[in-house]
């Protein structure tokens, strides 16, 4: 952790020094402003210093981009004579944002046809344009204008929960405590919220508990160890790998709260720090993981401030979210692009989230030193026949049922499932 806070700070002292030759070009008008937040850009993501996926740009890249932004523009907004006439550009649009020289982006934007009839502005194209440039490197990554209010391709994700819940669940004639988790959030830490909640459950005598992770986005990567910790102990959670190439292995300093039967429920939504949480149960054999296969986000962004050091009442340049670090299981394999596979499968049933183009994963490093794969004892068939013809439930949420009644089946004496943590 000490590493990726001081490579966040290498970030932020980059992009002072990166925008001190940017706003040399000028600052007379906004256009010369917007030329340097391309530069900017350019400057953060083709440096391998910052940037764990850095990207020089070349005739390949630009074409990417160029496909890109017109996607983010809505090609269906453009004439066909006037997509075979932006084909002069396909290869320039990595020197527009090397140079700073705009103009092939705004021509472009201009042939756009808006439904509102209402052409776009050049902060809305910038924004438009780098994030077709930073995503192209990376999916993870975006650039956020300080002067547009909503993003032009916001994406369909579901709303993030707010706050955690406690309640109980009667099936099969026990009882098992559900915690739905919000956001992961440092400014409120859910760990203290989940911690609370187990010792309410443990007394109360539930027979088990389950944690609701669908829709969730994670945030905090403290608050992800911090909750691990809650279910794990003081153990390995996860691997590391900064952009320099270290490697580091991260665990917990959390005291166990909960070493009864536990399930997870996740779905395609489930992403980012909600996935490493799983993923480290799972590592761990110390959870039943029931739904679909997670979203596939296992980096660590850091937002970099690229108005850092400039002193003005008007903010000038925006914001990237930079992609600093990659995630990885305790065997060694990657999570980003590949997310958890659960143990049971169990539709959601509702629409898959828009989701960006993937990478490729990222080859497998080598394993934790000591760790063991866990015994998993656990007959996914005979739980999930069971559950065909085990008792229903009052719910109004029949996914979450089911959920339950799988958790509760792993404490039923023939179909043991024992947690093997530390294995």
Known sequence: MIRILLTTTLLLVASVAVSADARAVGRASADKDRAAAAQLVYGLTSNPRYAYRSRKPDDALSSQVFDAYLDALGRASFSAGDLQGFEKYRQALDEAVMR??????????????????????????????????????????AYYSPFVGQRLNPGSRPPVRAVTT??????????????????????RPASGEVARMLLELSHAGVNGVLLDLRGNGGGSLREVIA?????????????????????????????????????VLVDRATTSGAEMLVAALQDH????????????????????????????????????????????????????????IPDIALENGLPAPRKRDARPASEPIRAAR??????????????????????????????????????????????????????
């Open 100 to 141: 700073g020289k705009l103009d092939p982006i705004y021509e472009i934007a201009a042939a756009s046809v808006r439904p509102s009839g209402t052409p776009l502005d050049r902060d809305q194209v910038l924004e438009a344009f780098l994030n077709a440039y930073v995503e192209t490197i990376d999916p993870k990554q």
């Open 166 to 187: 406690k309640s109980v669940l009667e099936t099969d004639g026990k009882r098992v405590g559900v915690i739905a988790l919000g956001k992961f959030d440092a400014a």
């Open 227 to 263: 909750l691990e910790g809650l279910f794990l102990g003081r153990v390995p959670m996860m691997q590391i790998r900064e952009s320099n190439g270290r490697i580091s292995l991260e665990g917990s300093d959390t005291d166990q709260a909960w070493a009864g039967p536990l399930a």
């Open 285 to 340: 054999g110390r959870a039943l993981v029931i739904g679909e296969a997670t979203d596939g986000t296992g980096t660590l962004q850091n937002p970099v401030d690229m108005d850092l050091g400039y002193v003005g009442a008007t903010p000038r340049y925006g914001r990237v979210n930079l992609t600093i670090a990659e995630v990885f299981r305790l065997d060694g394999s990657p999570l980003d692009s590949v997310g958890v």
């Open 370 to 423: 000591d760790f063991k794969p866990p015994v998993n004892r656990v007959d996914t068939a005979a739980l999930k026949t069971r559950l065909k013809s085990s008792a229903s439930v009052t719910g109004t949420d029949v996914v979450l049922d089911q959920a339950a009644s799988l958790l509760i089946q792993t404490v039923v004496g023939e179909l043991d499932w024992s947690p093997a943590i530390g294995r």
